[in-house]
Nanobody, 115 residues
Framework: QVQLVESGGGLVQPGGSLRLSCAMS????????MGWSRQAPGKQRELVAR???????QYADSVKGRFAISRDNAKNTVYLQMNSLKPEDTAVYHC?????????WGQGTQVTVSS
């Protein structure tokens, strides 16, 4: 059974940076497209960034130029580097792993951007 465990969330001031990590176990990491989504209170979950096995990436317009997704297939881990954080980036960030047959989600990590 695939498990995803996120880490790296926390409280940061506007303009600050955080790096989120998501470690996968129980699956063939290199076979999955990996993504980060976020959900703020009272809002729908939105896709923030994704990276396919070949390394191509895509981002939500709201984070382009500020966030960067990367993956380390040797460590079964996907990262989300978040720079120039804004209060509107406050949300629970979830990692997910997608294959043609499966879609797994982690429990999420809270990111709060506030002074």
């Amino acid at each position: 059974q695939v498990q995803l465990v996120e880490s790296g969330g926390g409280l940061v001031q506007p303009g600050g940076s955080l790096r989120l990590s998501c470690a996968m176990s129980g699956g063939i990491f290199g076979a999955y497209a990996m993504g980060w989504s976020r959900q703020a209170p009272g809002k729908q979950r939105e896709l923030v960034a994704r990276i396919i096995p070949g390394g191509s990436t895509q981002y939500a317009d709201s984070v382009k130029g500020r966030f960067a997704i990367s993956r380390d297939n040797a460590k079964n881990t996907v990262y989300l580097q978040m720079n120039s954080l804004k209060p509107e980036d406050t949300a629970v960030y979830h990692c997910n792993a997608v294959s043609p047959l499966h879609n797994y989600w982690g429990q999420g990590t809270q990111v709060t951007v506030s002074s």
